[in-house]
């Protein structure tokens, strides 16, 4: 593991990259299926809300962050931070107040197009199906009805969820919601996936088969992904990149690159380890702070 410091971090995360050469399947390397997928960069990005006081409020401050193609960079940070909000200006569905996000090289100013977007509060839709809001993907895309749903129906099996497909979402519990949301993510084989907490919600043992099947999956179309926890294991587990946020205003931290080799395994497994333990010791120190700022902040607030 190597951590990248604040300073160089935008020239090092690309030469790292270009280092290891594109196409080649090996650690860190990405597929060949990469090659449509698009890097991201995010620089001098600030973004200030209007409070309901009337004032402005800094959530994000400066944020410099290269993600390359085919990569999966996690992001931990404390809450209110700003992860979700760096995740909604790559999708383009918000803008930065100052600084540029880029995909691909180009600068978003509408939706990013070939994005799967896994929100942290479920998005199915009430009156579909589970087979129906799995198929949404394709039927937008002009994909004939029956065609749709039988992607759909290997979708829903590969998430685990076979025999569910014609229950409603409030017939669900929240696990399965979060599984039908992945399959609806995935359908579409984005070359960008942003999932903001995708298994926050998922006991420890469906969250670990999620993850397993979530890195399969991720191995055979390389997305470039980004991928918002709060649980760190699970973001070295997963990742090529783990950047870490300050506390509010967040920026850039630091980025430690993970260079466990892959294919990972199971990712319960690769967790024992040694040198998952050093890699973890080593970025928790550097996130422990930030959120022990946060915690003392809403603590002095709550008084
Ligand atoms: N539309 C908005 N208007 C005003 N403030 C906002 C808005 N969206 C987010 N914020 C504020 O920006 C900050 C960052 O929010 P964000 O949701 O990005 O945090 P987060 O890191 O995703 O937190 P969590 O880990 O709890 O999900 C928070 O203080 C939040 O209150
Ligand atoms: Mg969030």
């Known amino acids: 593991m190597r951590k990248v410091q604040p300073t160089e971090k935008r020239t090092t995360v690309a030469s790292t990259f270009a280092r290891r050469g594109r196409g080649v399947h090996g650690a860190g390397e990405p597929a060949d299926a990469a090659g449509r997928a698009a890097d991201i960069e995010l620089a001098g990005v600030s973004k200030l809300f209007v409070t309901p006081s009337g004032s402005m409020f800094t959530a994000l401050r400066d944020v410099d962050l290269a993600i390359g193609p085919g990569r999966f960079c996690a992001v931990v940070g404390p809450t209110g931070c700003g992860k979700s909000t760096t995740l909604t200006m790559v999708a383009g569905l918000d803008r930065p107040s100052a600084g540029v996000v880029r995909v691909g090289g180009r600068i978003v100013d509408g939706i990013t197009a070939g994005t799967s977007f896994m929100f942290q509060a479920d998005a199915l839709l009430p009156w579909k199906t589970v ?11 002009g994909v004939q009805k029956r065609e749709a749903q ?154």
């Open 131 to 141: 087979l129906g809001n799995v198929a949404l993907g394709p039927v937008f895309r």
């Open 150 to 303: 039988a992607q759909a129906r290997d979708w829903v099996r590969r998430v685990g969820l076979a025999g569910f497909e014609d229950h409603h979402p409030h017939q669900l519990s929240g696990g399965m919601r979060k599984r039908v949301s992945l399959a609806a993510a995935l359908i579409n084989e984005p070359s960008i996936l942003l999932m903001d907490e995708p298994f926050g919600a998922l006991d420890v043992q469906t969250k670990a088969i999620m993850s397993n099947e979530l890195l399969a999956l991720w191995e055979q179309t390389r997305p470039s992904v980004i991928f918002v926890t709060h649980d760190l294991e699970e973001a070295i587990a997963l990742a090529d990149q783990v950047v870490v946020m300050t506390a509010g205003p967040g920026t850039v931290k630091a980025v430690y690159d993970i260079d466990l080799p892959r294919p990972r395994g199971a990712v319960q497994e690769i967790r024992f380890e040694p040198r998952f333990a050093r890699i973890y010791q080593e970025i928790w120190d550097d996130l422990r702070d930030e959120v022990l700022v946060s915690y003392e902040r809403s603590r002095r607030t709550g008084d």
